[in-house]
């Protein structure tokens, strides 16, 4: 409240300084302190210098969430009706749109993304919560028809206390995302946010408390991977784990969560392909493929860091989409240029790395390439829009994740070549078709191994429609109303009547 946008950003810039951030873990409805009292620092990555400070958790204070979020899983939460708790998210959603411009500001600080994109985001959080005050009084059980004799039913109960551990590359609309089907289903929640963005989920916390949500009911626990993510995963008093995050720690994740046979949702890597067949509108698949690659400098899990491209149209396409690319501004997130930097000096090192061993095996760099930093003020972790052409399926380039502003441009002869390439990692997250001929992209849709297929608009949908991995990219459903399944047991009861 009182949050001044405009001013600041100027403020920011010219100080690198900002009031009222949320600096403690958020438990049992209030922000306490660590009980180590350790604080670690938050970077800017558009400049590579601290702003902020926060909580460093650790295993006593997970303990202390945890044993919060159980009381508050039996207490007065126990007792909302679904369409009471459908009313309290509809008042996060309201909260959320009206404290839109700080979280944004916040959000767009902390990882470095374009104030726009942040924007959207934060506007995409508060849709998520009025879809799931929506799906609160609607999400239902089945009667099953066993004769005269009995009378059998299910009921989707709630499953326990949850854990979220959220990655830095969209740290509110990841939680969100997590966070609102979890309460929709009458769940209590321990959140981890990344230890790069640790900000805009004490924040939400913040807002749901105010919206009237019972302490307890969402505690968060800032804090590294190792010290805070890791004690939360492996605690016994856990009933569900949503991980968003790498597959290296996705394997961990899960290897801790078998010791208490945990309940886990995995989010992981992915490195999707965009299809464009022979007949596709040029100018349109060029503007989704700079979409698809450089929104969030790359650094979305659903990127489309493939382009698959018929042999027909290679130089057509490839023109439209290097112009593109050249035209791409770097700037800092919050004077919203082109794009912006990546989230941090190590993610910029992994990006760099990847592309100078692509180059020293002779893959062809058509643009970019090269780390680069704020025309403005010569600071801050950046990284040039590149695009890699001809890339062989089983370069390294093309079967490991790279999580940064890098497109992989492979070709194809026909379909058959197209579904192989598509096929040929180890992720099947998403996937993008562009093409004229409907029945060409729905025959792809059916033979490609992902979890969502866009046809001619990549990233299309929402939060009405499932997303999630195969293979690599991991496994349950999130957003749709699928999700509000993914946080609750099915009971079946029989009655011999
Ligand atoms: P990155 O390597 O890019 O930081 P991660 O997948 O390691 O990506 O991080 C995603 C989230 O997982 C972050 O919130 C991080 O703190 C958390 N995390 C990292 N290691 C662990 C772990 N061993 N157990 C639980 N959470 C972890």
């Known amino acids: 409240m009182g949050f001044d946008l405009a001013s600041s950003i100027q ?9 009222r951030l949320p600096n403690a873990l958020f438990m049992d409805g209030e922000s306490v302190a660590a009980e180590s009292r350790q604080s670690m620092p938050t970077w800017d990555p558009g400049t590579g210098r601290i ?42 959603a309201e909260l959320i749109r009206k404290n839109s411009d700080r979280l944004s500001f916040t959000e767009a600080l902390d990882s470095g993304k374009r ?29 099953i028809p066993l004769g005269p004799d009995y009378v059998a039913y299910t009921l989707n109960e709630p499953l326990g206390v949850t854990a979220h551990i959220i990655p830095w590359n969209y740290p509110l609309s990841t939680a969100a995302r997590g966070i609102a089907p979890a309460l929709a289903a009458g769940c209590t929640v321990v959140a981890k946010p990344a230890e790069q963005t640790p900000l805009t989920a004490l924040m939400l916390a913040e807002l749901c408390m105010e919206a009237g949500l019972p302490k307890g009911v969402f505690n968060v626990i800032t804090g590294t991977g190792q010290a805070a993510g890791a004690a939360l995963v492996k605690h016994p008093g ?24 945990t309940h886990v949702l995995l989010e992981l890597g992915g490195k999707s392909p965009i299809v464009a067949l022979a007949d596709c509108d040029l100018e349109l698949t060029a503007d989704n493929v700079i979409a698809g690659i450089f929104e969030n400098a790359g650094q979305i899990c659903s990127a489309g860091s493939r382009l698959l491209v018929h042999d027909s149209i290679h130089d057509a396409l490839i023109e439209k989409v290097l112009k593109k690319t050249k035209a791409i501004q770097l700037g800092h997130g919050l004077k919203n240029s082109g794009m912006g930097p990546v989230n941090s000096e190590l993610q910029l090192k992994r990006v760099s790395g990847h592309v100078e061993s692509a180059k020293s095996r002779g893959i062809e760099v058509l643009c970019g390439g090269r780390i680069s930093n704020d025309p ?12 890699l052409d001809r890339v062989p399926l089983l370069d390294a380039a093309v079967q490991q994740e790279i999580f940064g502003p890098v497109l992989c441009i492979q070709t194809f002869a026909d379909m058959e070549e197209a579904v192989h390439l598509a096929n040929g990692t180890q992720f099947g997250l998403v996937a993008g078709v562009f093409t004229k001929d409907l029945s060409a992209a729905h025959r792809l849709a059916q033979q490609i191994d992902a979890g969502q297929v866009y046809v001619n608009e990549y990233f299309a949908g929402g939060i009405a429609v499932p997303f999630g991995g195969n293979k690599h990219s991991g496994f349950g459903r999130e957003k749709g109303l699928e999700a509000v399944g993914s946080y609750c047991k099915t009971k079946s009861v029989v009655a011999r009547i």
């Open 11 to 19: 403020a920011y810039l010219a100080t690198g300084k900002v009031e």
């Open 51 to 92: 702003f902020s400070e926060f909580a460093a958790g650790q295993t006593e204070d997970v303990d202390r969430a945890v044993v919060s979020s159980q009381k508050a899983l039996k207490g007065e939460w126990s007792r909302f009706t679904p369409s009471q708790r459908g009313k309290l998210l509809r008042n996060v």
């Open 115 to 143: 104030l726009d994109e942040a924007m959207g985001d934060v506007a995409g959080a508060a849709n998520c919560f009025d879809y799931y005050a929506g799906a609160c009084d609607k999400y239902q059980g089945i009667s």
């Open 238 to 261: 856990i009933h569900h784990i949503t991980f968003t995050g790498s597959v290296t720690t996705g394997i961990d994740v899960m290897r801790e969560a078998a010791s208490n046979i």
């Open 376 to 387: 403005d003020t010569g600071l801050g972790w950046f990284y040039e829009p590149t695009l």
